[in-house]
């Protein structure tokens, strides 16, 4: 069995060597590894180029440079194309893989044959108290249950919402068409509500095969709300209008927490047109609960829709979790 692992590289000058050596060093060896150069500012591609001239092992190493910078999403999203295994994994540049992790996978992928995705487990560092990374103990090692499935993407105890440490079926996401949202941040957000609405099958691997580092500075960890609101909006219009038929209590119940995230984002910036634009998707989704005669739901969107002082804060928040 073939594994891809793709890693999207801008400006990791300091940790792409720690990243390489991770993947060189993995015990399993039937594993090409894409690096996508996304214009890096920095020394990334000449360090990457070095280190794969000096790597003697079995593992096939390229590089693709992009002639202009895509973003993480288009990064992913060249990396799977040129991808020629079976399954495909994302790894993130900052980041490192413990030495049997592929591994540990591979061996849950063999035996669940075709199941569509192994979650692996992850140690964060620093570590924080009570990581929602940390998939120990809470869920079964397989499942082809896809209401079970469904609902774990979108409940507690949920599936980390990461690409990143995921082993993926190529076929599954080439011929569901899931790629990533280009154009935006907060991206896994919208390619794990698609991913969820097909998946059939998953096991769970408890081992560490991840080491995910904090970086400050990073697009996640840097305060930039303008953006994060922008790519917010963008993924809640396309996932509203992509609710399935059936059973799509957790997925309306979704939609819902990430439009109160949002507002809580925005009490400064009440007159964005964003705000506006969030408050005309709500109005859609009442008109259309209202129909439904579903007046739990209507009651959780006349509380978002209201003034966001602290109590209808509270209100709306505790609301949406009884859904």
Not at 16 to 37: A, V
Not at 46 to 64: A, D, H, N, P, T
Not at 79 to 102: A, F, Q
Request: with cysteine; aromatic share 12%; charged share 25%.
């Amino acid at each position: 069995m073939k594994v891809s692992i793709i890693v999207p590289v801008y400006n990791v000058e300091k940790y792409i060597e720690r990243c390489f050596n991770s993947i060189s060093n993995q015990t399993y060896k039937n594993i090409e590894c894409i690096f996508i150069d996304d214009c890096s500012p920095d020394n990334c591609n000449m360090v990457l180029q070095k280190l794969i001239s000096g790597y003697r092992g079995e593992i096939i190493f390229k590089i693709i440079k992009h002639e202009r910078n895509k973003g993480l999403s288009g990064a992913r999203n060249t990396g799977t194309i040129y991808s020629k295994g079976n399954y495909v994994y994302y790894l993130d540049s900052d980041d490192e893989l413990t030495p049997e992790s592929v591994q540990f996978l591979v061996n849950l992928a063999e035996k669940y044959q075709g199941v569509d995705l192994v979650q692996g487990n992850t140690e964060t560092i620093p570590n924080p108290e009570n990581d929602w990374r940390n998939i120990s103990s809470k869920f079964p090692e397989f499942s082809n249950d896809k209401m079970w499935i469904k609902e774990r993407f979108f409940r507690q105890p949920k599936i980390p919402v990461n690409a990143w440490n995921k082993l993926v079926k190529r076929d599954f996401l080439t011929d569901n068409n899931l790629y990533f949202r280009e154009g935006i941040i907060h991206e896994d957000e919208h390619w794990m509500f698609f991913l969820a609405k097909k998946i059939n099958s998953i096991a769970f691997c408890e081992t560490i095969c991840y080491k995910h580092y904090i970086v400050q500075g990073s697009i996640m960890q840097s305060n930039n709300n303008l953006k994060s609101i922008e790519s917010m909006y963008q993924i809640i219009k396309e996932i509203a209008e992509n609710v399935d038929e059936k059973n799509n209590v957790s997925q309306r119940r979704y939609i819902y927490l990430l439009i109160f995230s949002c507002f809580k984002k925005i009490d400064n910036l009440k007159k964005s047109i964003f705000y506006k634009k969030l408050k005309l998707i709500l109005i859609k989704m009442f008109i259309s609960r209202l129909k439904q005669v579903d007046l739990f739901d209507s009651l959780i969107l006349i509380t978002l829709f209201l003034p966001h002082v602290f109590p209808i804060k509270n209100i709306s928040g505790r609301l949406i979790k009884k859904l």
